[in-house]
């Protein structure tokens, strides 16, 4: 075994702290909270529907996954929702949830207990109304809830303030793996001894008509317009295209003998973290998904775990083209003969792209697959990509133990994560 | 394969071995530190667009530059400012460390830290969209203005392929970024990290955002008087734009190749404040809990620290609680600390404010010239320490400090000392 990639003073996987999940929730366009996203999952439901959030009349687009009845107002109260955007509502939603579950008391331990919630883009509504009414009004007419609402940190520092935390507190920006930097990060930051505990996970409100025309012009948005819930259709051969979404998840991470000492339930444990850059191109992942692969190899040393036990691999899978093509690719690299029988889905087929949020929100439904033993599908399978020869759980879950499982991120600019996930009662003690 | 053990230093020591700076100083670290020495403002009235109608029409822009003449001209024209100026200085640093990138690329990462990322790209692409339709967006609209596309293309431009990803803490994130980059190599992730800040901010939405919050000087007449940290007349910080970036490496490496070793990494401190979405905790609690964990991972006293670079932005709340804080963290050892803001000279770099100071808090250890805060002729009550008015002073130290705070409550404290042959 070779030294971890862990940043404790102690190079064997024996003695270093150990890193659990005490509490999780989110919100996404199948369910605003954990256990009605995992239902929903579990039961192949698409949550992607016409967009509501402003007329979409004119984009190639008109379709997204949505969060739907989320009321920021009595969700968090008037005042204070109105001052955040809705990314960082979504944020403190998800966190809140997380943080009940755990249980903790953060507050009475609020200088070991760290915030980090990534992001893809930040404020966009609030940027692009900004912007609007800059062009339109003139500058003296820009709100000064305009900077702290758009900054792409803020839903850490809302996060912050709302639950009482006062350790580290950041954002990872890595375009669609922000949010899986940001768990990962949160674990090393965990087993290095500097906290105890972090709020950690991702949120993304991009479903605006600059995040919808952006990515269209770019040629990557499904434009499957008369007919949304089959537009995401990961490794699919008639795949055209990812679905934007939104949405938040958010994890309680905590030293596995803190938990333990408090008596909290451990939902899962956070093995393994790798993270490499391409260095290849601006949009497009490597040839051959070498950055992926080595992303995924780096996670599976790091939780001292072989490629033969990972049960389950919740794919990035965003139903482009090129995506699908280069992670099958990665996953052949580093699994071998294993990658055609080894069960690997994409829920961003019922959930939509969440970007940055994506990553975290993935962690989520992977937690929840391995307690349940249940993986979940990959939906709108009807004709299978010759250059994707991979078990992609097709339209209906299948029942099946999860010990250990792999979830991948990949961002814009050749970012790569892998995090490694063990069940709760797995390694004990 | 990911990392290696081939050191007894555990974990490893990590040190300073190039850095590169644009800014309103210059083009490059050097004319940062004739700048700074020379008490030079950078300091004029806004040139990028027409700022007639705004509440504050100055800032410290870079001038003349051209990324064209130091990157690929086609390469360039496809990058926000911000990610020209993060590309520009992160070649500069790699030459200034004479680092080989591609004879490890796999254990070289890149960090950026970045408030906004590419604010002239979303403003022209928003202003497109409203004015002509969404089919006219550019598909390259979004690859630029995303923050994380300055390490992206930095690691494409030298073939960095280890860690890659940018930090987000308003006007720490680059100071988050470094601490971070730091924690990488300590732990064995990386042997050498590229890391640091940029931002380019001088448009008209952030100038009218900032002028919202009350949070700019209005002294339009005088801009190079404008900006007063700790002074009792001051009214407000300027934007400032740029970049500045460093190359880390463990100390063990940068021995066996012959590196000259400009600076040692000595502590990071991280908090939050948990208090206010754009005001700092009225006890300085959370800045000063930063400064006194980065003393204690260095081992250090309050009393070994020979100077502060502050953030000291020349707000009113700003300079006050500041100087609370460090009287928290440093007890009777505050009075007898150096301590300037050297934002009079650059503006406020915003993301990338953190990077450049700790350059200048660097070139400070290496030269011995402690920079003066500009414009420093009234002092205020409530800020009764040592902040080096007047001109800069002659003076050898052997640590260094620099704050970062952010809104979001985000506070930094990056520590370094000068090399040592042991």
Request: aromatic share 6%.
């Amino acid at each position: 075994m070779t030294m971890s990639s862990s940043i404790d003073r102690s190079p064997s996987h024996a003695n270093r702290r150990r890193v659990v999940v005490t509490g999780a929730g989110g919100l996404c366009a199948v369910g605003n909270d954990a256990a009605s996203i995992w239902r929903a999952v579990a039961a192949g439901t698409s949550g992607i529907a016409p967009i509501t959030r402003f007329d979409a009349e004119g984009f190639e687009t008109r379709f997204a996954g949505e969060v739907k009845g989320f009321d920021p107002a009595s969700e968090l109260g008037r005042k204070e929702s109105r001052r955040m955007d809705r990314y960082t509502q979504l944020s403190v939603a998800a966190a809140r949830e997380a943080a009940v579950q755990s249980g903790l008391d953060i507050r009475s331990e609020a200088t070991r207990v760290g915030v980090l919630v990534g992001t893809g883009m930040g404020g966009m509504e609030t940027f692009e109304a900004g912007v609007e009414t800059l062009l339109t009004s003139g500058p003296k007419r820009i709100s000064p809830f305009f900077v702290p609402m758009m900054l792409p940190n803020m839903a850490s520092g809302t996060v912050s303030i709302d639950l009482g935390a006062k350790g580290p507190n950041f954002g990872t920006v890595s375009a669609c793996a922000s949010s899986a930097h940001a768990l990962g990060e949160a674990t090393l930051m965990i087993r290095s001894g500097i906290v105890d505990a972090m709020v950690a996970g991702g949120g993304e409100a991009a479903i605006t008509r600059m995040g919808i025309g952006g990515f269209n012009a770019m040629g990557a948005l499904s434009t499957r317009n008369d007919d949304p819930e089959a537009a995401s259709r990961p490794f699919d051969l008639e795949r055209d295209g990812f679905v934007l979404a939104e949405g938040a998840a958010v994890l309680i991470l905590e030293e596995r003998g803190h938990a333990l000492a408090r008596g909290a339930t451990v939902l899962a444990e956070i093995v393994g973290y790798g993270t490499t850059d391409d260095a290849n191109h601006m949009v497009q992942p490597a040839p051959g998904g070498e950055g992926a692969a080595r992303a995924m190899n780096i996670a599976l040393d790091d939780a001292g775990v072989t490629n033969d036990e990972i049960d389950y691999i919740n794919a990035h899978g965003t139903s482009t083209q090129l995506n699908e093509k280069l992670e099958t690719q990665a996953v052949q690299r580093v699994f071998g003969e294993r990658a055609g029988t080894i069960p690997i889905s994409s829920t961003k087929s019922m959930t939509g792209h969440l970007l940055g949020a994506a990553g975290s929100m993935e962690a989520l439904i992977t937690i929840a697959a391995m307690d349940a033993s249940l993986i979940p599908p990959t939906i709108n399978q009807v004709t299978p990509d010759p250059d994707c020869p991979l078990d992609t759980i097709p339209n209906t879950a299948r029942p099946g133990e999860i010990r250990f499982a792999m979830s991948n991120s990949m961002g814009f600019g050749g970012h790569n994560v892998s995090l490694v996930l063990a069940r709760a009662d797995q390694r004990a003690p | 394969m990911n990392s290696r053990d081939d050191s007894n230093e555990s974990p490893p020591r990590v040190v300073v071995t190039g850095y590169g700076a644009i800014s309103a100083l210059g083009l490059n670290a050097g004319c940062l530190r004739l700048g700074v020495r020379a008490d030079t403002s950078g300091l004029r009235t806004i040139t990028r667009f027409d700022a007639t109608d705004y509440p504050t029409s100055f800032a410290a822009e870079v001038l003349d530059f051209d990324p064209g003449a130091v990157l690929d001209r086609k390469q360039a024209r496809r990058m926000d400012r911000f990610t020209q100026f993060a590309s520009v200085t992160a070649r500069e640093a790699v030459a200034h460390a004479r680092l080989d990138v591609a004879a490890d690329s796999t254990r070289v990462g890149v960090v950026v830290g970045s408030a906004f990322g590419g604010v002239e790209t979303f403003v022209q692409t928003a202003d497109t969209m409203l004015t002509k339709g969404p089919k006219r967006i550019s598909p390259f609209a979004v690859p630029m203005t995303i923050p994380n596309i300055a390490p992206g293309m930095i690691a494409i431009d030298l073939g960095a392929r280890g860690p890659a990803f940018a930090y987000a803490s308003a006007f720490a994130s680059s100071a988050n970024a470094i601490g971070e980059a730091m924690r990488m190599i300590q732990s064995g992730r990386a042997d050498t990290m590229i890391a640091g800040g940029a931002e380019a901010p001088i448009t008209g939405i952030m100038m009218a955002g900032f002028a919202a919050l009350q949070s700019l000087s209005r002294r339009n007449n005088d801009p190079s008087q404008a900006v007063r940290p700790f002074d009792l007349y001051r009214d407000g910080c300027a934007l400032g734009e740029g970049a500045a970036m460093l190359v880390l490496e463990r100390r063990d490496q940068a021995v066996a190749r012959g590196a000259t070793i400009l600076a040692e990494f000595a502590g990071y401190g991280s908090t939050g404040d948990a208090y206010h979405d754009v005001q700092i905790a009225p006890d300085g609690d959370g800045l000063a809990r930063a400064m006194s964990n980065a003393l204690e991972e260095a081992g250090l006293s309050p009393g070994e620290v020979g100077y502060l670079n502050a953030h000291g932005t020349g707000t009113t709340m700003n300079d006050e609680l500041e100087t609370v804080a460090i009287k928290r963290a440093f007890g009777d050892s505050a009075r007898r600390l150096p301590i300037s803001s050297t934002k009079s000279r650059t503006g406020h770099l915003l993301g990338a404010a953190g990077a450049l100071e700790t350059v200048i808090a660097i070139q400070a250890l290496e030269d011995g010239i402690l920079p003066s805060t500009l414009n420093l002729e009234t002092p205020d009550p409530a800020c009764d320490l040592d902040y080096i008015p007047g001109a800069s002073r002659p003076q050898s130290i052997d640590v260094a400090m620099s704050n970062s705070m952010g809104f979001g409550g985000h506070n930094v404290s990056l520590l370094f000392r000068k090399p040592s042959g042991f």
